[in-house]
């Protein structure tokens, strides 16, 4: 039994790699000390303080996990690999506000693509393949590059993909400086549904044929700093409440809206 229930996380991640091998099948005092190249004394030292945790059980020269021990050691191996998937998204989430809705589950077993300097837009090539090959594609938009705006034309003239999106009052703005022609054609096909919203998105959430969630973050100034692809049924439900409730507080996008205030700044 254990002999403090307090010291069983900190004994577990103290002696983790000698309570994996035990938890693999790697029982024997000699053949552990030669796995984890640690010195006899050392070993039994790392056994002793597994078994008062009651996380393994020592059988002549054997050791044995327990069943606390397995329950434990898989645990351990969870939150180790969350920790690790989100040491990998770092970068993107140090440019977020703490109040922004991204949950752990966006994350996990998840593909972390960073930018770096000699190559700005990698991430995008991950997202360019897939857009391509897309029957419908719903998303929030907050930035769009060019070569981005450039894709998803071509794949609605092109392919007929089938498009639901958002967009905030900021890129709506630049969308119309620099693709009114595009922006109002795209009003006007049965295929597109455009949104806009009146405040800031936090970031770009693309959902691909229900299946493929996209997390693009960027910097102040609109540069790409990463992006997050995730294929989870968790990932998937989480991207679909996103979308659900942003187009909840957004308005059908209106050619003559668009058009009158045209007109006004024509006046001036």
Known sequence: MPSNSDCLLPTISKRSSIMALI???TTEKRELAASVSVSRPTLDRAIRELEEEGLVLRQGTDCRPTLLGRLAMELYHDVDAK????QRA????ESLSADISI????????NVYLNRSDGPHR?????ESRITQADTIRGMLTVALPSFVDLVCSQILENGTTIEVIIDSGLCTTLHEHYSDQLTDSARREDISLYTI?????FNLLLIDETDVFVSVFTDEGAPLGMIRNETPDAQEWARIQLQKHKANAGRFSV??????????ADY
């Open 23 to 25: 938890c693999d099948g």
């Open 83 to 86: 920790f690790d998937s989100l």
């Open 90 to 93: 770092t970068p993107l989430f």
């Open 103 to 110: 949950e752990m589950l966006v994350i996990e077993d998840a």
């Open 123 to 127: 991430s995008y090539k991950a997202l």
């Open 198 to 202: 009146d405040r800031e998105l936090p």
């Open 256 to 265: 003559d809206d668009r058009v009158a205030t045209d007109s006004v700044d």
